[in-house]
């Protein structure tokens, strides 16, 4: 075993890393293993340490939309080390298990959750070659492993021994189990496209973006996506103002922190996600091929940096989604879910389906080809708005009708003026 | 069939845990072991060659099943439920002799049994697409009937909890 500087270097620009130790180590049997474990330690320490960039970078982008400053004062103009301060803060404080808590509920579920967070990471690509396995199931494991966090939010609301805690995590389970449902559905479209579940294949299979070819399956999954991560305007599960907190009212310190940790992880992996099922991941219109041909370190790089800029310009837009609107009621955010977004994600599977196999679209090339879904795509969208465009109206039409009748009994002989009393009092 | 120590780790995790399952007196622990042990033989499963069938597993039975169980118990606060004895004294009994009889059935299997089948079932190709194809193909019939039942079971939840709501409704 030698390490040589120089010939690092130089695999710097025709290898990477692992090809280099690979090369020095020879066909030994603990080599895959040892840089198997490697590279999900990287992995694992990036997502752990990304999250003190992505909370500042949240504050500070909600500040500006909320037109403040936001963090400016540790860490210099910018508040650039606030979080690493929270951090420490957070750390330091003393670990508290209370007495009426379920000792191992309340203390197993801030680690399960975590763990789940980052288990999902294993079949991310963040450039050609650069990712944990290329399972021939990657999005159904991705599924699987985040319906582990649902165990993990249950464990945390009853071993707390609070009602606040167990009403958050019953409205956790609610809104989790629901939008797992259309989140679901809404991947199988890019699954059918390319007819297949690995990541690499569905990469492979975007000559086009597939939210220029499927843009409500793209919505769709973003819109589940929100609810997945409990963020605005899904955050009923821990709605300060009505449950103070939710399932994690009775965490402090650093157990608290873990529950914030795989939130931030997890909006992070859903951005992620995104921009590999609907942006291409780390390709750029084929400049990446141009780049990459010869399997060059260099190639690898500009595929990062290009699945970097995707996955933060999505994220932004989680944040941005955040800063605009306000929480869902319970009520609404169900009959969103049962009555609106299943029903379309199920007919937009469906006519996907029929459209891939229709008898000429074998004949087409891949930009004709969606072309064409995208019609599709556009059709069924304008038919939804119509059906919501005429059931609102028909709703709109017994209200109105209500409240005139209502105004007439009230005023009497003066049914032309509607004193605006009579209708706030009813 | 992979590494025979991590089979016997995982082996001897899934068992605990079954034992676990049944010997706690409180139902959220024993469903929290039924997970534990759920997921175990998933990872078994993955060790076989076989990760569909492993995901399957995780969401099907550790995700969607058991967190409705775990929903159901603790809305009902069934886990404070008080004195819940073995109902009949010859229950252990019955069980003991029960259990002898299924590992008899096991040990008569494995001795009779071919033991190359079992390389061969590891050999398969287990990806989705040939999983569907085989679904679809050979054991399409099956499969259909299995579906019916389960909208069967669907539809009858749903006049079920209709007729309730009716019924709220005159009280």
Request: hydrophobic residues 45%.
């Given at each position: 075993m030698s390490f040589g500087i120089l010939e690092f270097l130089k695999s710097l620009i025709d290898l990477t890393v692992f090809d280099y130790m690979r090369g020095v180590w020879?066909?030994?049997?603990f080599v895959e293993p040892v840089l198997d474990l490697i590279g999900a330690l990287v992995v694992s320490t990036f997502c752990l340490l990304i999250v003190i960039f992505l909370i500042w970078l949240e504050r500070k982008v909600i500040a500006r939309m909320q037109d403040r400053i936001g963090p400016n004062r540790v860490g210099g103009k910018f508040g650039l080390l606030q979080t690493v301060a929270d951090v420490l803060k957070l750390l330091s404080k003393e670990m508290i298990t209370p007495?009426?808590?379920?000792?191992w509920p309340y203390n197993l579920a801030p680690l399960l959750i975590v763990i789940a967070s980052l288990l999902m990471w294993a079949v991310l690509p963040f450039a050609p070659g650069v990712l944990g396995v290329d399972l021939n199931i990657g999005l159904f494991y991705v599924l699987a492993v985040s319906s582990i966090s649902v165990v993990s939010l249950l464990l945390a609301g009853w071993g707390s021994n609070n009602k606040y805690a167990l009403l958050g995590a019953y409205r956790s389970i609610a809104q989790l189990v629901s939008y797992e449902v259309p989140m679901i559905l809404s991947l199988l479209v890019p699954i059918l496209l390319?007819?297949?579940?690995s990541t690499i294949d569905i990469i492979n299979a975007q000559t086009v973006p597939f939210i220029l070819v499927v843009p409500i399956s793209a919505l769709i999954f973003f819109i589940s996506a929100l609810a997945e991560t409990g963020r605005?305007?899904?955050?009923l599960l821990e709605a300060d103002s009505e449950?103070?907190?939710?399932?994690?009212?009775e965490y402090g310190g650093m157990k608290f922190g873990m529950f914030f940790l795989a939130e931030f992880i997890g909006t992070l992996f859903m951005s992620g996600l995104f921009a590999t099922v609907y942006?291409?991941?780390?390709?750029?219109f084929g400049l990446e091929e141009f780049v990459t041909g010869g399997g060059w370190a260099l190639g690898r790089l500009l595929g990062l940096v290009v699945f970097f800029i995707k996955m933060f310009a999505v994220y932004f837009v989680f944040i941005w989604v955040r800063g605009t609107l306000p929480r869902f009621r319970i009520d609404q955010m169900l009959n969103f879910n049962w009555k609106f977004l299943v029903p379309l994600t199920l007919a937009l599977v469906l006519m996907v389906a029929v459209v891939e196999k229709l008898p000429f679209m074998a004949s087409l090339g891949d930009v004709s080809r969606a072309g064409v879904h995208l019609f599709a795509n556009l059709l069924l969208g304008l038919v939804t708005l119509e059906i919501l465009r005429r059931f609102a109206r028909k709703q709109r039409m017994a209200q109105e009708e209500k409240l005139a009748a209502r105004a007439a009994v009230n005023s009497g002989s003066e049914p032309g003026n509607l004193a605006p009393e009579a209708v706030a009092a009813h | 069939m992979g590494n025979p120590i991590l089979f016997l780790i995982l082996a001897a995790v899934a068992v605990i845990a079954a034992v676990m399952m049944v010997r706690s007196r409180n139902a959220i622990y024993s469903a929290l072991f039924l997970v534990l042990n759920f997921v175990t033989i998933a990872v078994l499963y993955l060790i076989l060659n076989a990760p569909f069938i492993a995901m399957v597993q995780i969401t099907v039975y550790a995700g969607a099943i058991m967190v409705l169980f775990l929903f159901v118990i603790m809305l009902l606060g069934a886990e404070k439920l008080q004195g819940f004895e073995e109902s009949s004294k010859g229950q252990l009994w019955i069980a003991a002799f029960l259990a002898v009889v299924l590992i008899a059935t096991f040990a008569v299997a494995l001795i009779q049994g071919d033991p190359s089948s079992s390389g061969a079932v590891a050999g398969l190709d287990s990806s989705p697409s040939n999983l569907g194809l085989h679904l679809f193909k050979a054991y399409v019939f099956p499969f259909e009937l299995t579906g019916v039942l389960l909208l069967a079971a669907m539809i009858g939840v749903v006049v079920l909890s209709r007729n309730s709501a009716k019924r709220g409704k005159d009280a």
């Open positions: 020879g066909d030994q049997r007495a009426a808590a379920d000792w390319a007819s297949s579940m605005t305007p899904f955050d449950i103070v907190a939710g399932f994690h009212i942006l291409g991941g780390y390709r750029l | -």
